[in-house]
């Protein structure tokens, strides 16, 4: 586990500078904090920070072919490397290290730009071929390492995070109002885009070939999931036993370390599969005061049950440090509130292990969401349904006022009714949507409306077009694996796993699983009101019963409740109505009825002012500061 960074020079540009690289490096210290590497040859730059977890001591990077005209820095792990070790070495191919980034390098040689296809593992790859005078990037199947790059007419500046390509000095920084619409609707950037006009993701699966003799570039997919048809031949168990089969197999793949490792465990279905996989392991858990949040009863259930050595922590915060600590990590911001406990509980475990597995995907890939059976019923029952979107319908469910407790009837309504206002063609993602176009119309000014060219549902509904012609419910999963996982989920797991020099590993987001989960019955995924329906069958052999089949909570915070009382100071800094006139992006009265009501208990605007809050201080810290 590294961060990488560099950057090629372009057009006959000078080349980069190693006292430039090292700034760039130095901003990803805490992403690898064992040692650095940094080379520079024929104008490119390759540099990284090394959390060392295989071959501690031959591991470093960048790492080199045999006659060193090949080099790459690679972040990540790649599990199958002893396997394509041994087909390399057959075909001639001389190792000088036993480290996994090696295989990087002879695959390049051996398998060309088809490397990243025969690689199973989480990896950002920046790869310098000297003979045929290229440069390229890659990013996982499914996007569990960042990569982020910039492409000016005289540079290709990439990092594992933003900070790291605003280091080099090299990029202007324009804010993307198109992409700020996307924020405020789904509390993250989906797609390809940044808050900065001038920086982009490379998406999950993608390649970025550069050619440094014409400065041309080409970006291409090597992996997509496969679009098959529904396997309906096998019957339920035979299901059930492939599927566990193949997550098994993915853990066994991941549990390859030199280091200490554990698991996150919530006590939930995900985590606790990936635990009883794993045998006798150290688990980690956080909780809260609040108990309609704390789950840490049920983790230490199925750790008994496991007989796991089980560690656990209340998040009590002292809220101003922890925030300006943790917004550090959000140049490229979430609006995503867990990223609290995750951090909470990464610090944890990182006092007693340097690697952990988690259990994110799950829900993505084996139908876990509550939203997946709200359009289902919305489909169902389409003509009582209709009736709710009466305004005197809307307006009396508007009327109700939240409970405190974290879900419960009345919240569950008023969020049906929300999804409801949005367009049907978003399916499930109605009800992940916050700004949708009414809102946006009346939070954002003038100006800034008339900078935006595309809706904020614009990257999702072409997600659901590339979705093909699978069945509804696969279609909903493809979306969010494309987009709320690996824009959002994934990316809150590594900058909190990463802020503490932790490497966090998702078994579920193997590529043959993934692929085998698509083709899985969607009736064995979401069924009658029924979420995850296979996968709580598993579980059930492995863990208490009453554990796998409770309701899922999520993870999350009580945050209406803190942006009363101990967020209340910093939302009223950041949010004050002098700098939002002066800064002219949002309309001050919008904003100040959303505070009002939600202060008052009327409404439970946490979702939009906790986004609010973030953008201001990214603006802060990354535009004016």
């Not at 349904?385 to 009466?390: N, S, T, V």
């Not at 279609?475 to 797991?493: A, C, G, H, Q």
Request: hydrophobic share 40%.
């Amino acid at each position: 586990m590294c961060a990488i960074t560099g950057i090629a020079a372009l057009n006959g540009s000078p080349p980069p500078t190693v006292e430039r690289l090292k700034r760039m490096c130095d901003v990803l210290y805490h992403r690898g904090p064992d040692c650095e590497g940094m080379a520079v040859t024929d104008g490119v730059a390759l540099g990284m920070r090394r959390l060392a977890i295989i071959d501690l001591a031959g591991g470093q990077q960048p790492m080199f072919n045999e006659d060193r005209t090949i080099s790459t820095v690679f972040n990540g792990e790649i599990y199958n490397f002893q396997a394509l070790r041994r087909d390399l070495q057959a075909a001639g191919h001389t190792f000088a290290t036993l480290a996994d980034t090696e295989v990087i390098v002879h695959g390049y040689e051996e398998y060309g730009l088809a490397f990243p296809t025969r690689l199973n593992g989480m990896f950002a790859i920046a790869l310098h071929d000297t003979v045929r005078q290229r440069l390229l990037l890659a990013r996982d199947h499914l996007g569990v390492k960042p990569l982020y790059y910039a492409l000016t007419p005289h540079y290709l500046v990439w990092g594992s995070e933003i900070k790291a390509i605003l280091a080099s000095g090299l990029v202007e920084r324009h804010l993307d109002l198109n992409a700020l619409g996307e924020f405020m609707a789904w509390e993250y950037v989906p797609g390809a885009a940044t808050l900065l006009k001038e920086i982009r993701k490379l998406e999950p699966g993608m390649l970025l070939e550069l050619d440094l003799q014409t400065s041309q570039s080409l970006l291409k997919p090597f992996w997509d999931i496969p679009q098959t048809p529904e396997n309906h031949t096998l019957t339920p168990q035979e299901w059930s036993e492939k599927i566990e089969f193949q997550l098994k197999k993915s853990v066994r793949q991941q549990l390859a370390s030199d280091v200490p490792l554990g698991a996150f465990l919530s006590g939930g279905v995900d985590s606790s599969l990936i635990a009883a996989s794993m045998g006798q392991t150290k688990t980690f858990s956080v909780g809260f005061e609040d108990p309609s949040y704390n789950e840490l009863h049920w983790a230490k259930k199925v750790a008994r049950h496991l007989n796991l050595d089980h560690l656990d922590t209340l998040l009590q915060p002292d809220v101003a440090a922890l925030f300006d600590r943790l917004m550090q990590f959000m140049d490229d911001p979430i609006g995503d509130f867990s990223i609290f406990p995750t951090y909470s509980i990464s610090q944890l475990a990182r006092q007693h292990v340097k690697v952990v597995l988690s259990g994110d995907g799950g829900d993505e890939l084996f139908g876990g969401y509550e939203t997946y059976v709200a359009d289902a019923k919305a489909r169902q029952y389409s003509k009582p349904i209709a009736a709710l979107r009466h305004p005197r319908i809307i307006e009396r469910i508007k009327a109700l006022k939240p409970q405190p407790q974290k879900k419960g009837w009345v919240n569950k309504i008023k969020r049906f009714a929300e999804g409801l206002e949005h367009p049907a063609e978003l399916s499930h993602a109605r009800w992940r949507m916050f700004a949708g176009e009414i809102l946006r119309r009346e939070l954002f000014t003038a100006d800034a409306l008339q900078s935006m060219d595309a809706p904020a549902a614009a990257h999702i509904l072409e997600l659901f077009d590339r979705a093909g012609d699978r069945q509804p419910l696969n279609k909903s999963l493809y979306v969010d694996v494309k987009s709320y996982l690996s824009d959002n989920i994934l990316v809150k797991v590594d900058r909190m796993s990463m802020a503490v020099s932790l490497e966090a590993r998702v078994p579920f987001l193997d590529p043959d699983l993934v692929t085998l989960a698509f083709e899985m019955p969607e009736a064995l995924k979401v069924n009658r009101g029924k979420t995850k329906v296979l996968l709580k069958s598993i579980a059930a052999r492995h863990i208490p019963r009453d554990c796998a089949y409770r309701p899922k909570e999520g993870f999350s915070i009580p945050i209406k409740h803190w942006l009363n009382a101990q967020f209340k100071p910093i939302l009223e800094d950041y949010l004050d109505p002098s700098v939002l006139r002066q800064q002219g992006i949002f309309q001050v009265e919008t904003v100040e009825a959303l505070k009002r009501e939600h202060f008052a208990g009327t409404a439970n605007h946490s979702h939009l002012l906790w986004s609010l809050i973030v953008f201001q201080h990214w603006h802060r810290t990354w535009l004016s500061g």
